[in-house]
């Protein structure tokens, strides 16, 4: 009864009052305490994520959140809403010089986000790391878009840049385009670069899974015991695996690289020493490991650059540990699985790597120039995964299409070859990869860049009107806009011909 009868006017002696005034001030302390704790998280109930109404003070709150000893348990539901408020985030609302002010420390923050969750990825369901993936890459998404804006950055096509002679280099060096997460230490023998390409062939990789993710190959880095340096074990297309200086692969035409290393260094370092000896072998012998087309992770006589990581920690711990973690299933385009003879079921998508609780984050980069580009090709290749899906689409050959497949590819493996390249003004490829796959990457190509040049002017458009360009959500709903318009095309008799999505892609 001591704080009700205070409260009801009974006065306290005097030589209590002090001790009143203590008493009083704490217990209003705790009650507001207890309240706020109550409101961010009741007892028995989930942490709810903000409403995103302010970019920089939701990252905060979310930090806090994913710090939270009630996260684990809260993660599924958590996640959930937080990946339908950022698709339902209208960035339009806010002024340009606000998102410019606090793109730096948003980004940042986002970075945290992520770093601390990958920490504690041991500690979540496999139920909540599927939605930890859909969070980084939205995420990722959100600190590209908004660094654009911060930076100013001046967009560039690909095609614009001669990577191999820029001055920079990819997470050692830095540059206004660039920007770093950590990242500024010692490559060791072991780490793993999981990296994305800028083509349409990167684009559809990073987008092939049931998990769509941000990334498209695997370097595996190796100490060279005659040279005492770093160098690379990669396997590319056309190519098969081999060794390559540091500097070459990291100016590959990188769009964004993620660091990783191996929680048992010594495990990392044992792997890529025996996968080096092994290729160094068959390099030596003239008789190269070539590329997996049909991506089988089952047989290793053939690598993608994937499996070349993941034969190597196979080797190094007989067989006990086996990455990714989490694999990556096959299950979207049908038409597509069937053409390139791909095996449904479970995968390897190197975008998997990022949520492989066995590695630490060290650092990830990103060039500026170009992730406005890939965001654009990203929606693309997601928009017809899912128009395969949802309307039973095919890819239709083209004359361009059945020429790479047959003939081109015919005289490719013959001693004719340099005179029709010159003759026809042909690009230079491998006569390894099979006519299947450069089939229907000439259509992806056809079909992409069509749909790419038609994207970009409304793109810009947005960015005259509102000042900004279209988030990856914008993008999302214009493509469905462009597939609908074309439809109407395709059905005229008198348009039919230049419907640039119908006639290359319909059931």
Not at 35 to 50: H, I, N, T, Y
Request: charged share 30%; with cysteine; aromatic share 10%.
């Amino acid at each position: 009864m001591f704080f009700s009868d205070s409260l009801v006017g009974i006065s306290p002696h005097p030589s209590d009052e002090g001790v009143m005034k203590t008493l009083l001030l704490f217990s209003c302390v705790l009650f507001l305490s207890l309240s706020a704790s109550a409101k961010r998280s009741p007892a028995g109930a989930d942490l709810e994520p903000p409403q995103l109404s302010n970019p920089l003070k939701d990252t905060e709150e979310i930090l806090r959140d994913v710090k939270d000893p009630l996260f684990p348990t809260s993660c599924v539901s958590y996640l959930s809403k937080l990946e339908k408020g950022i698709d339902e985030f209208d960035v339009k609302k806010f002024s340009l010089s606000q998102l410019s002010a606090e793109a730096e420390k948003i980004a940042e923050n986002s970075w945290k986000i992520r770093q601390h969750v990958h920490h504690s990825l041991d500690q979540l369901t496999p139920e909540c790391v599927e939605k930890v993936q859909t969070t980084f890459r939205q995420l990722r998404f959100v600190e590209d878009y908004f660094l654009e804006i911060g930076r100013k950055i001046v967009h560039q096509k690909p095609s614009e840049i001669d990577f191999l002679k820029q001055e920079f280099f990819p997470i050692r060096d830095t540059s206004p385009a660039y920007f770093h997460f950590q990242g500024q230490g010692e490559f060791k023998s072991g780490d793993l670069f999981i990296s994305r390409g800028l083509s349409f062939l990167s684009a559809m990789i990073a987008r092939l899974g049931k998990r769509p993710t941000q990334f498209s190959h695997v370097v595996s880095l190796y100490e060279d015991p005659q040279e005492k340096k770093i160098k690379t074990i990669e396997s590319y297309v056309g190519v098969g695996v081999s060794f390559y200086d540091l500097d070459y692969a990291l100016k590959n035409e990188n769009g964004r690289i993620l660091w990783l290393r191996s929680k048992d260094e010594k495990l990392g370092e044992r792997a890529v020493s025996l996968m080096g000896a092994f290729v160094k072998e068959r390099l030596d012998k003239k008789n190269p490991i070539k590329y997996d087309y049909d991506l089988d992770f089952k047989d290793h006589t053939t690598m993608s650059c994937a499996e070349v990581s993941q034969a190597a920690f196979q080797m190094a711990s007989d067989g006990e540990f086996t990455i990714p973690f989490y694999p990556n299933e096959i299950v979207k385009g049908e038409g597509l699985i069937k053409r390139l003879n791909l095996v449904r079921g479970k995968t390897f998508e190197p975008g998997d790597m990022e949520i492989d609780p066995r590695f630490t984050l060290i650092g990830e980069f990103r060039d500026l120039r170009v992730t406005r580009d890939q965001r654009q090709k990203d929606a693309i290749m997601s928009a017809i995964f899912k128009w395969m899906d949802e309307h039973q689409y095919e890819l239709k050959d083209n004359f361009k299409a059945k020429m790479a497949g047959g003939m081109i590819h015919k005289v490719r493996k013959t001693f004719l070859w340099p005179v029709v390249k010159k003759m026809l003004k042909l690009e230079d490829f491998s006569k390894e990869i099979p006519s299947r796959m450069l089939k229907t990457m000439s259509l992806i190509n056809d079909l992409g860049e069509g749909i790419l040049v038609e994207l970009k002017k409304r793109d810009d458009t947005h960015l005259k009107e509102f000042g900004i360009p279209m988030t990856h959500i914008d993008l999302s709903k214009e493509l469905d806009k462009m597939r609908d318009e074309d439809l109407k095309t395709f059905e005229n008799k008198k348009l039919k011909k230049t419907a640039f999505i119908h006639n290359l892609l319909r059931k």
